[in-house]
């Protein structure tokens, strides 16, 4: 065999640059399932049976176009528990001259490809992933010479770089470059009204056999797969894109940050997994919604509300990630080392919004955005929580996690663990932000107002809790004065209460169910 084209579980995409030159003649296609990616975090079922349904049905794809797949079952006595292991075992039965892949996206899966490349001395050519709009070495371009960076910046770089909602003058659409002031508001008292179905698609036949697989070997793992109907083919994925511009796009903007009981799926696009896994290219998915806006479809706040997630956060995130890593992962800037609570793996907490938080996402693999940053994100960042430990949550539970954008969305935007490099703030909000944009203090037994006594919201305690510990840090940062001249008006008997409720949260004796113990991950 001349050449063996590695090709990842996120990197089902045949037109991807490592399939650039290959002749099916002579060249063939590895893939491989391997217990580890379910096993290096706690992976959720959902998340596990996304990778291998999508993968299956790729690897099926390639062998219908005449490509030779040599591919590692999971449920296949033969199969090794790592890629590297895996790959190790093909080279040595199969013996190519050489292996070619588009550059994963994760810096571990790197490593360790190279590794076995180099252990086995056949040459390893990794080519650029073209799937994003824009380079590693362009974002570290960006990067260079600036000393802090701003996703705001590198937004409008791309959008004039890419030619994206400009007008011929090549000024923004519609005079902004940021439509936010318009768009995040709350539902109406008695809520968002009739949302538009999901996409939906029920498990085919391997499908149906991955589930089983899974229910079977991750019986233990979090999660379910009662409710799986994500798209698994690119087939499938643009229908939901198409169904997303269609029926969602338009009330996109406005109800991005609100949130809603028992309605995980709102106006958001549930595009993240298939974006994620390949199946999506980014640029059809933001000339859908330009599309949709010009033929005056949709309003301009949509439309750039919903192209800044994926032309700026989505290609933001990864490059911070390739040119911080690998140090990134441990960076922990407010030395936070509390665990993260056991009821984090279960829902099970008095704690109204909390509870359909990670409620949702235990039974969809999926939460969006706001109940991911403002609700489990802000509760660990102000108990205290190990960054560390949250990653690991995060890319477990959710069918979009990979890596590249999961860790600096946890570790940066969320956790503030990278001081400010991400973001320029901490997020950080009491109980009365959830009240707001959600109902949930309607029917919570504690008091978004209270942050101290037996009713008093754990958010809000937490909250006022975090601006005392970090009241010297947070005073050098301009963004932060109101909050800072907030706590300095608190007297030493509120600052005493506050730290003495903050503690009995912490020890869990208030926000977990009765003899919950806490310390998974
Ligand atoms: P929408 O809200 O409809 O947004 C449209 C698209 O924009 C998404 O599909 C996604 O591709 C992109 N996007 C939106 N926000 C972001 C962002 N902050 N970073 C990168 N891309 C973005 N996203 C993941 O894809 N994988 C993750 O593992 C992941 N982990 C996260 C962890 C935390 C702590 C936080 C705060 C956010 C995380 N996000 C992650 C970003 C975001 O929450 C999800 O992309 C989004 O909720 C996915 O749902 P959606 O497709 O309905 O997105
Ligand atoms: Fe969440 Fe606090 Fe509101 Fe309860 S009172 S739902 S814990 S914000």
Known sequence: MRRLVIVLGDQLDARASAFDDVDPAVDAVWMAEVTEESTHVWSSKARTALFLSAMRHFAADLRAAGHTVHYARLDDAATRASLAAQLDADITRLSPESLVMTAPGDWRVLQALRAVATASAVPLEVREDRHFFGSIAEFARHAAG????????????????????????????????????????????????????????????????????????????????????????????????????????????????????????????????????????PREVVAAAEDAYRAGRVPIEAAEGFIRQVLGWREYVRGVYWTQMPGYAHRNAL??????????????????????????????????????????????????????????????????????????????????????????????????????????????????????????????????????????????????????????????DERAAISERAAAIRRDDIAAPAGNLRGRG
């Open 146 to 281: 600036r000393s802090t960076l701003r996703m705001e910046y590198f937004y409008r770089e791309m959008r004039r770089r890419h030619g994206i909602l400009l007008t011929p003058a090549g000024e923004p659409e519609g005079g902004a470059w940021n439509y936010d002031e318009a768009n995040r508001k709350p539902f109406p008292r008695n809520g968002p009204g009739l949302v538009p179905p999901r996409a939906t698609f029920p498990p085919d036949a391997i499908t149906q056999e991955v589930l089983d697989l899974v229910a079977e070997r991750f019986a233990d793992h979090p999660g379910t797969l009662d409710t799986f109907a994500w798209p698994v083919t690119r087939v499938q994925a643009l229908e939901a894109l198409t169904l997303f511009i269609e029926e969602r796009l338009a009330d996109f903007g406005a109800a991005q940050d609100a949130m809603w009981p028992g309605e995980p799926w709102l106006w958001h696009a549930h595009l993240s997994a298939a974006l994620n896994l390949k199946l999506l290219d």
């Open 335 to 492: 030395e936070a080392h509390e665990p993260l609570p056991d009821w984090y793996w279960t829902g099970e907490t008095p704690m109204a919004c909390l509870s359909d938080a990670i409620d949702t996402t235990l039974r969809n693999g999926y939460a969006h955005h706001i109940q991911r940053l403002m609700v489990t994100g802000v509760y660990a960042l102000l108990l205290g929580v190990e960054p560390s430990a949250l990653h690991a949550w995060y890319l477990a539970v959710y069918v979009d996690a990979v890596e590249w954008v999961e860790l600096p969305n946890t570790l940066g935007m969320s956790q503030f663990a990278d001081g400010g490099l991400l973001g320029s703030k901490p997020y950080v909000a009491s109980g009365k932000y959830i009240a707001r944009m959600s109902p949930y203090c309607r029917t919570c037994p504690f008091d978004p107002a209270q942050r101290t006594g037996d009713d008093a919201c754990p958010f809000t305690t937490l909250y006022w809790d975090f601006l005392l510990r970090h009241e010297q840090a947070m005073a050098a940062n301009p963004r932060m004065a109101l909050q800072v001249r907030n706590v300095a008006r608190l007297d030493d």
